[in-house]
């Protein structure tokens, strides 16, 4: 998938500059050992997606093309809010760069994604017409429903609202704070 720079934080913006392939800093994607996706907009550059498996690298190229072959990148970094996850994005390319894959131990497991499958699941619920009970069944089980949902304590009807309204806004454009991470909140 391709993020704007305004709208993620981890996207660099490169300038693609050509060289020789035995150039010591030479990048060619053609041969990155990873699926290399390219968006071309006529005047705005291109967007780069490098990708394996889930692991993904985004780069922003203003100006040259990583499509002819192999370049040097140079690097357009500015500021101190987007600086960690931009950093973040580089040692990954350090690591595909040096390695030939992407490096397992810069792609850590996103602790927020079980949270997000619930709100997935939550909205194709809606979405299908479910009532909220039976948004809470279908994510905590019948048992749980049955025992709980009328308790003495609303925590599962307040959890299903909570998901509900957390849902509905991502669809109203929400979304975006999950792609400038947990520091935006």
Do not use: K
């Not at 800093?25 to 990155?32: G, T, W």
Request: proline residues 4%.
């Amino acid at each position: 998938m391709f993020w704007l720079p305004e709208l993620h934080d981890a996207v660099v913006t490169v300038d693609a500059i050509s060289a020789d392939a035995d150039h010591p800093d030479a990048l060619d994607i053609r041969s990155a050992g990873v699926e290399a996706l390219l968006l071309c907009v006529s005047g705005q550059g291109e967007q780069l997606l490098l990708r394996q498996g889930s692991r993904a690298i985004r780069l922003n190229v203003r100006s040259g093309t990583v499509d002819q072959g192999p370049v040097r990148l140079r690097y357009a970094l500015a500021g101190m809010a987007r600086l960690e996850p931009q950093l973040l994005t580089l040692r990954r390319l350090v690591g595909l760069w040096r390695l030939g894959r992407m490096p397992a131990d810069l792609f850590p497991s996103e602790r927020r994604a079980p949270r997000w499958i619930e709100l997935l699941r939550t909205l194709d619920a809606l979405a299908a017409g479910a009532s909220q009970r039976e948004i809470a069944a279908a994510l905590f089980g019948f048992e749980t429903v049955e025992r709980d949902w009328r308790g003495r304590s609303d925590y599962l009807r307040l959890r299903v609202q909570r998901l509900t309204a957390t849902g509905r806004a991502l669809v109203r454009g929400g979304y975006r704070f999950l792609l400038r991470g947990s520091n935006s909140r």
